[in-house]
């Protein structure tokens, strides 16, 4: 499978995947190898890195799987351990594991000692599909999302599909969500294929959609224009997710999961504001309910969730910006809603 | 007074300095101005701030002074100030303080929602002449100095010589031991002058001192090279200094009086190692010791010291790298020290 190049670096699949790591390491002088896991990739996927890597691991970090602990106090757990394990200016850290170990994890590694390298290796389809290309990285900040962080790239990024099988369907699914805003936002033939048939899993689909969300930020490293899209669905998405993470009474859920009824939303504002058709919005809609269950929202969760709104750290200036779509496959950016569109599209979700 | 021209951004003196932070403000369309003080800069220097400022400040932030608040915990609370008092992507930090508050400051800048500007304002000799080039910034971990960072430049640096006056003596002789040590490392001429005559506060020195370092980092932005000269003196200096703040028996040493004794037992070890004269080691010993307190060092302080210096982030592979003179005004680096010289250098310290 061809390697996408990014920035500065490649993201290799498969074979190819394990050929880069194994040279990189043997080419690079490095003073100590990092291997950063969570419980759940330290059982189900640390066997199988086991094989693909041809040296050895010098120590093994581990943190704890979860959102609630992408915090700066988990960062300051892992700055420690590389500093008692003798980390110098020279080690590499390893990242196995998903989109909230990839994110702390490389950033981490860019602010011990002023960066050190770093690899990721994302083990879920949202991190492969997601978290792979843009080299953000950071933690949270309370319920706020990714408010402390920077921008580095890793030396590599490393997709191997067989990770996938160590997930159960909840998580698969939501990393779906992403490819199919992929589709929504730059492709609308690739939207047609995978609302289709569904196939979680396609080496191929996983290089289409990691293409794709390269192909948008090589344009435009610094989110200044057209990488914004990447956004679509998220500006309501963030704030639902954030929502239900902090409120006992909700169901957590998953960023993908989030995202979906994100999408459904600014799709409806999408169609009210950018004439995105009443036919590709129904199609949006009955997509995304098929893989994913209606999240439930009362009156008190929908004015809750706006007053998150204006803290996305997308919002300059107190103004809420949103990505739409104004047919599947194009979207446009920095489109204001009024206020009174909001309940109207959450009737549509809840329709 | 003539601005220094960095990386990215330009180091502006006095009237020059007021003028270019006013401009600056008011070409940016900046959504909050954050001004950053600790208790001393908001008594001593925050009026002298408000008569150079043209602009209103949104929101005052306040931190405590000294080293022992160099730590993360710090940066959580500015993290959530910012995003409290609604901090977004286009809002500026400006940091007002010593090389505490600007490392800190640029580090909390540079990562909060990924990176906002920032500028600094040196008011202490120290950071006028040292922190206020390179673009280091970050926090301690423990009792290991800057351990956790990134490189990051400010919009621009401003310097005031007027701040100096609220300085008592003791801080400004800190910042007085990197100046010599600029002359020390690159410029004979410029040893010469100072040691002759001291003046703490001339703004033709301090302009002179911020263009040796700036000249040394402009060859070498990432520390591969020649740039490693101006840890003349920090290796030994930099566990002198830890060891003390966290030693409850030992007086606290500030940066330079700490470096100033590195200065001494590098010195000896370039006397020794790099053929830098007895003359000029003597005549580096009395400079110093005409300004600074000799330190109090029993053979457990040593051999404490000695500990510590394997943690220096400078050090690669475990191994200490030393910079040491081969005659005023000329360093070469990378050099390692035969283990039974670190006591003879301790023994003519003393002496």
Known sequence: MESVKSQSYEVHLDELAKAAINQHIANKNYSKIFLLVDENTKEHCLPIFKEIFDHSIDSLLEIKSGEENKHIHTCLQLWEDLSNFDGD???????????VLTDMGGFV??????GIDFINIPTTLLSMVDASIGGKTGVDLGSLKNQVGVINQ????????????TLDARQTKSGYAEMLKH??????AYWEDIVAKAD??????????????????LQDPTEQGVRKILNFGHTLGHAIESYCLDNPNKKTLLHGEAIAAGMI??????????????????EIKKAFLTYFDKVEFT????????????YDKKNSHGNVNFVLLQDIGNAATDIKIPEELFSKA??????
């Open 89 to 99: 200016r020279k080690s590499i850290l390893i990242n196995l594991g998903g989109g």
């Open 109 to 114: 590694a860019s602010t011990f000692k002023r």
């Open 154 to 165: 890793p030396q590599m990024v490393l997709i191997f599909p067989k990770f996938l099988k």
């Open 183 to 188: 589709g929504l936002i730059r492709d609308k």
């Open 200 to 217: 979680f899993t396609d080496a191929a689909r996983i290089q289409k959609s990691i293409a794709i969300k390269n192909d948008v930020v």
């Open 265 to 282: 939303l600014e799709g409806y504002l999408s169609h009210e504001l950018r004439g995105l058709s009443k036919l590709a919005l129904d």
């Open 299 to 310: 009156e008190d969760d929908i004015d809750a969730i706006l007053q998150l709104l204006k």
């Open 346 to 351: 959450f009737a549509y979700y809840k329709e």
